[in-house]
């Protein structure tokens, strides 16, 4: 039996919803995106809001060692950047400064690198580009795809592979 959604209701309802969980390294705790910001849950338990603040905060992705979580936002104030909170510490480092909106963050399994997606202002259209974790500078590998989905890296950290949508 489908369930039946009310999607015509005006009555209030409660938020639900989370997007792009991802689970840490060791598998004992997942971080996700909600209500505009980056939370992190243990499994089995109760969820924590990392960064609770007035910016929408989204798309986390743990380094490869789980002491940080890369993710975008807008806190910067030109548009979505990529931002890096170290679990330990709580700081929040600011990884980009683009004019482009970075999106979709995956490590490379050293560590060093970050492969993203950067939306150019057009709708669903956007480049493909590594940034130094590091330095902070940015290498665009793929020119402007439909579409893209979340990069991911070869085991080696020699290749990025994204899905696109073909026009």
């Known amino acids: 039996t489908r369930l039946k959604r009310d999607f015509d209701s005006r009555t209030p ?8 969980p991802v689970l840490s390294p060791d598998g004992t705790k997942v971080a996700f995106a909600a209500v505009g910001d980056i939370w992190v849950m ?8 990392l960064t609770k603040d007035r910016f929408l905060d989204t798309d986390p992705a743990w380094s490869p060692d789980g002491t940080r979580l890369a ?3 807008d806190k910067g104030g030109q548009g979505l950047q990529l931002w890096i909170r170290d679990l330990a510490t709580g700081q929040d480092r600011q990884l980009t ?5 970075p999106q979709g963050a995956a490590w490379s399994n050293d560590g060093t690198k ?6 150019d202002g057009m709708w669903r259209r956007a480049q493909v580009s590594v940034v130094d974790v590091a330095s902070g500078t940015v290498t ?9 989905g979340n990069p991911t890296w070869s085991p080696d950290g020699k290749r990025v592979a994204v899905a696109m949508v073909s026009s």
């Open 71 to 73: 993710y975008s936002s």
């Open 97 to 101: 400064n683009m004019t482009n909106q």
């Open 13 to 20: 309802r409660k938020a639900l919803g989370l997007v792009r």
């Open 42 to 49: 243990p499994v089995g338990g109760a969820p924590q809001n």
């Open 114 to 119: 970050i492969a993203f997606f950067d939306v």
């Open 140 to 148: 665009r590998i793929h020119e402007a795809l439909f579409s893209p």
